[in-house]
Structures are given as structure tokens and as C-alpha cells.
């Protein structure tokens, strides 16, 4: 069987913009990379339901979001781009129900909120302007890093600048209404949240502290309440390294996180109390781990290096949850998101 996975990359050097490969799982690798749309800049995307790719895209000064739909030849057309003056945002989040998409502006601070026809065309609907700092030299001021669906279908936004985690009730037209706001450890660096299936459990990444926080959440009033807060490092790293991506196991028993400058993927066991227990942490095999995705059976886990241009294969033991390197030197130049078509 062959899966297909989206690559969203930086265009600074030798990347075009959006590739896909293939992930053969019966001879266990990742094989036939392509240029899918030539594009500036696409370092996030989503795919909508109905089939329409949605990318954050950067070029002379303005930065926004822009689709595309996939035409029977296999090729892409823009449908539209929404774009206003400075970056990019550097996240799509998708809610189909309401045919809304969710971007969060790092540079800027912001979460935008876009509507999307039945033909693919965005619309600008709402944005929210964060307001705060930290004590971290890279919180100087507010930095959105997330926005995408509580299980309860709010949005939640983590904030590297503000150390928030800020939960917003949405309208159907795609308005948005904060109904709660957590505050992390300070110099902690909100970057990613990520549910666990029992929709009751969160697991926050901290990109600044290199920290995992179990938090409780009330779906009440959209708050959080922290239960554990662990180190994603070996006790004796003392280098620089940054908390990049998260996902648990839809079964609910193992988490895992990509550190970079360490180089490593972290492996969590889920306590039946939710909280973590380190099972073990392995390199990599590449410089600066930004994204990684399970495959839809989750037997397989794969990661993208942003500096070394190459993605790396790992088999998963779904009892254990341990990784076996399978593929280390595949091409992908300046990839930084991995998304599977499901």
C-alpha cells in the first residue's frame, strides 16, 4: 500500500515549495518525491474534506494563506490568496464543519480565521491580536506559533511570546470570542498542544524550556489545569535545543516529540493516571527535527529535517512504542511540515 504525504518547506535555498512522496508500506519506505505546486515560502498547509490544499505562502512583503484544487491531470490551480503587508502566518489549522481555517502569525502575533466557499475561495473573517512578553530573550513580545480545534470544537492558540495558551469560542461565520486564557511556566514557550483521544487530556509542548505539560482540560469553560511538567532532554544535555513537534497514538498509549539541536525523537508512555513516563530518547538522524507524522496505520513515523534536507523512516512498535530506523538519507530540501493525505 501506498501513502501520501505533503511536504511544506522553506524557499531560502534549493526547495520549489510543496512536494509529496510516497510511503510504501509494504517495502517499508519513502520513495517518488515530486514537485507538487511551486510556491514561496509554503512552511505550513492543510487539506480541506472536499480536497482543497491550503498553504501559508510569502513573497514581496505580504504573507497570508492561499488554495489550491487538485485537477484530475494530478496538477494544482490557485483558487485565491489572502494576503496583507509582513510574514506569513506559520500554521493552517481546518475546521470542516464550518468550513473555516485558522492561521497563527508568529511575526505578527495573531491568529486570522478565514472562510472557505465551496469552491475553495478564502475569505478573511476575524483577527486577534495577542498582547504580552516573557522572560525568554525570544519573547520580546507575542508570538502565536498554533490555532486548530479543542475536541469541543473551540480553537485553542498557543503563544510563544506570552507563555498563553488562550481558548476561543468560534461563530459559525468564523468570529472570535476568548473564553479562557492558561499561563505556562514563564520563559516556557507554548509552541504546539495536541488532545489525547480522551478528549479530557492535553499535552502541551514548550519549544523555549524543552518541556512536555500534561494539562486537564474542562470543557465547561475552556480551561486548563496543569498535572505534570517533564523535560523533552536527557539530563545531561546542557547545548542549545528547541521543542518542535508533538503527536500521541490514536490509541491514547504513547507520545512523541521532536527536539531540535538536540536531534531527537522523545518517546512518552501515557500513564493511566495520563501523565508521562519517558520510554526513551533517540537521535533523529538529521539536524533540527522541525515536523514529524504517524502513518495512518501508525506503524510507521516520519520525520523532516529542516538543515539537512532529508527525511528519515522509523518503524513503530505499537506495544512498546520504541522506533526502529528503517530510512535516513531521504531528499527533501528545507522541509518543515509533514502532512498526511488521509
Known sequence: MKETIFLGTYTRRESKGIYTIELDTATKQLTNLNTAISENGPTYLGLTADGYLLTVSAKEGQGGLVSYKLLEDGTYEEINRVTSEGASPCYVGIDNARRLAFGANYHKGELTSYHFDTDGVLTLVDTIQHIGNGPHENQDKAHAHYSDLTPDNRLVACDLGTDGVYTYDISAEGKLTEVACYKAQPGTGPRHITFHPNKKIAYLFGELANTVTTLAYDEVNGSFETLQTLSTLPDTFTEFSGGAAIRVSSDGKFLYVSNRGHNSIAIFKVLDDMTLDCVEII??????????????????????????????????????GRLTLLQKDVYAPECVCTYLVK
Open 283 to 320: 537521535p533523529s538522524e538529521g539536524d533540527f527535527p522541525r515536523d514529524f507524522t504517524l502513518n495512518k496505520t501508525e506503524d510507521f513515523l516520519i520525520v523532516a529535517h529542516q538543515n539537512t534536507d532529508n527525511l528519515t523512516l522509523f518503524e513503530r512498535n505499537k506495544e512498546t
